[in-house]
């Protein structure tokens, strides 16, 4: 940024996490913000588990986006250690920016939440109102004076209430600047270029996990992890064909699921590697051969080995 004599104010750098309720936008909002595919949207909610880091880079500033998951009453023990996650994140990080959809209703998973936040001392909190291209203006206004009074009634003290729209980019600039005047001073933390610093395979493993749950997500809602076990440029090809091999499991927790997910002949599997395959290729630019083995590891979810050995 610059000042009145145009001179460039210091290098800022630093953290923001999107945190609210399940499908409230935050991947796409990441998205929008980096302007590239690297947290996961889908149209259900809960598939965000990962903490994948978006890398927004700009001449006065870099901002470290944090996708957490959603916070969840605990059911199992990977409920609890999602949950753990959120809140070590909100302590870490320099901003965190609640979304509430402008064309719902704040509800008792929004108290909750913002209630939570407002137990974590030092740091930013933003309320952000997403989605507004799926509302009036008044709608939004009424989601405005809504957000003032939950921060009121929480304790809150909201540093901006900013409305914007991921889906036509309305405002999202805005969030920007408005995160960037929230960060420390300080160098860049990460090299120029680099759009996470999630390791390639948890990107693959997401992408290979949205493809594997769709369609069949109300039968096997949290039952699939992935786990790539191996990945590598093919040896012997030209520099310019080159083709990245991705070998991957497909995680189930009974014989019954494995059987919806390899579908009848395999015609599923098939299909979800046909599609993270075409979805990997976008995001690393590369052509890839992807093997995907499905696996019975039994309750996973429940046993704390598995759940390490998965990467929680
Ligand atoms: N119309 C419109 N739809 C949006 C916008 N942002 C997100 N969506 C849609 O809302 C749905 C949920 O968006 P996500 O970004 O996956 O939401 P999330 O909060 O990351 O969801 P979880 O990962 O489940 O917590 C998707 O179908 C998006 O396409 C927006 O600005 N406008």
């Known amino acids: 940024m610059a000042d009145a004599e145009g001179k460039?104010?210091?290098?800022?750098?630093?953290?923001?996490?999107?945190?609210?309720?399940?499908?409230?936008?935050?991947?796409?909002?990441?998205?929008?913000?980096?302007?590239?595919?690297?947290?996961?949207?889908?149209?259900?909610?809960q598939t965000t588990r990962t903490v994948i880091r978006g890398i927004v880079h700009r001449p006065d500033a870099q901002l470290v986006l944090v996708d957490t998951p959603g916070l969840h009453r605990p059911r199992t023990l990977l409920g609890e250690r999602l949950n753990d996650l959120v809140t070590t994140t909100w302590a870490e990080v320099d901003v965190v920016a609640v979304c509430f959809p402008a064309n719902e209703r704040i509800g008792p998973g929004d108290r909750f939440l913002?209630?939570?936040?407002?137990?974590?001392?030092?740091?930013?909190?933003?309320?952000?109102?997403?989605?507004?291209?799926?509302?009036?203006?008044?709608?939004?206004?009424?989601?405005?004076?809504?957000?003032?009074?939950?921060?009121?009634?929480?304790?809150?003290?909201?540093?901006?209430?900013?409305?914007?729209?991921?889906?036509s980019g309305d405002q999202v600039g805005l969030l920007a600047d408005l995160f960037v005047g929230m960060l420390p001073e300080g160098?860049?933390?990460?090299?120029d270029g680099d759009l996470t610093d999630s390791p390639e395979e948890i990107l693959v493993a997401e992408l290979v996990r949205e493809a594997a749950l769709e369609g069949v997500r109300d039968e096997l809602p949290h039952s699939i992890?992935?786990?790539?076990?191996?990945?590598?440029?093919?040896?012997?090809?030209?520099?310019?064909r080159p083709l990245l091999d991705i070998h991957a499991f497909l995680y189930v927790e009974r014989q019954s699921q494995k059987g919806i997910v390899i579908g009848h002949k395999g015609s599923r599997l098939r299909a979800v590697g046909t599609a993270a395959r075409q979805q990997i290729e976008a995001l690393l630019g590369t052509p890839v051969y992807l093997d995907l083995h499905v696996k019975v590891a039994k309750d996973w979810q429940r046993d704390p080995r598995q759940l390490r050995k998965l990467g929680f």
Do not use: C
């Open 187 to 191: 160098p860049p933390l990460y090299p």
């Open 8 to 45: 460039p104010g210091p290098h800022r750098s630093g953290f923001a996490s999107f945190v609210g309720r399940p499908n409230a936008g935050k991947s796409t909002l990441t998205n929008a913000l980096v302007g590239t595919k690297v947290a996961i949207t889908s149209s259900k909610p």
């Open 225 to 240: 992890a992935v786990v790539v076990e191996e990945m590598g440029l093919r040896e012997g090809r030209s520099e310019d």
């Open 114 to 167: 913002v209630a939570e936040l407002a137990k974590v001392r030092r740091t930013t909190r933003v309320a952000v109102v997403t989605k507004t291209d799926l509302a009036t203006p008044a709608q939004i206004g009424e989601q405005l004076l809504a957000i003032q009074a939950l921060g009121v009634e929480t304790g809150t003290e909201w540093a901006e209430i900013v409305p914007v729209s991921a889906l």
